[in-house]
């Protein structure tokens, strides 16, 4: 039979078992271990040089067109006429005094003015819409016309007549106005003219 242990014996055994406890850093049984930090490094790798195209040289613009002729460098001047049943053609001489090409296109306005820089008198020419619009090219000292259908004003109904002795003519798409002299009667109140378009050449137009 084994003796039994004695009470000073039982608490040796109990130190010494406190003891080991204590260097477990607890007598329930060990902690949980301190989480560890894992360091990662990502390296980016370098990306390789890519071929590009190369650039396609720019397009060179279209060299520019002669511009508009301005009523700065046109002469008006009255061209050949003739008469027939109450109507007058007249036919109007534009004359490129530049020193540049330049381009009509299209009518004329034209009115009849008390003076150059004077009043309208009756309303503007209307357009004759049996003649086509042409492009038409003026190198310095070269002649474009247009033709007038001045309509006799004594047979114009509700005309009250006026003596006139200005044409004022602004060239096709501009607002400039140059003038030249002509001797008519006109309504003061209403149109008695046609106009047709710039043709090339001095000869008016032609259908």
Do not use: E
Not at 20 to 44: D, E, K, N, S
Not at 67 to 84: D, E, K, T
Not at 90 to 114: E, H
């Amino acid at each position: 039979m084994t003796p039994s242990l004695t009470i000073a014996a039982r608490f040796s055994i109990a130190a010494a078992l406190a003891g080991a406890c204590g260097l477990l850093t607890a007598c329930g049984g060990a902690g949980p271990a301190p989480a560890t930090t894992q360091t990662v490094t990502v390296q980016a790798a370098a990306s390789s040089p890519t071929s590009s195209a190369p650039a396609a040289a720019p397009t060179p613009a279209a060299p520019a067109g002669p511009s508009n002729c301005l009523p700065s460098g046109l002469q008006a001047q009255l061209g050949a006429g003739q008469g027939a049943a109450g109507t007058v053609y007249q036919v109007i001489v534009l004359t490129n005094t530049s020193n540049a090409t330049c381009t009509l296109y299209g009518y004329p306005g034209v009115s009849f003015v008390t003076g150059v820089g004077g009043s309208q008198v009756g309303q503007p020419a209307t357009r004759d819409a049996s003649y086509g619009k042409k492009l038409i090219t003026l190198a310095p000292g070269s002649k474009a016309s247009f033709a007038l259908a001045i309509h006799n004003a004594g047979a114009m109904p509700n005309c009250q007549i006026t003596n006139v002795n200005w044409l004022r003519i602004y060239p096709p798409n501009d607002y400039g106005s140059i003038y030249v002299q002509y001797q008519t009667q006109a309504c003061a109140s209403a149109s008695n003219m046609g106009v047709s378009t710039v043709q090339a050449g001095a000869n008016g137009a032609t259908h």
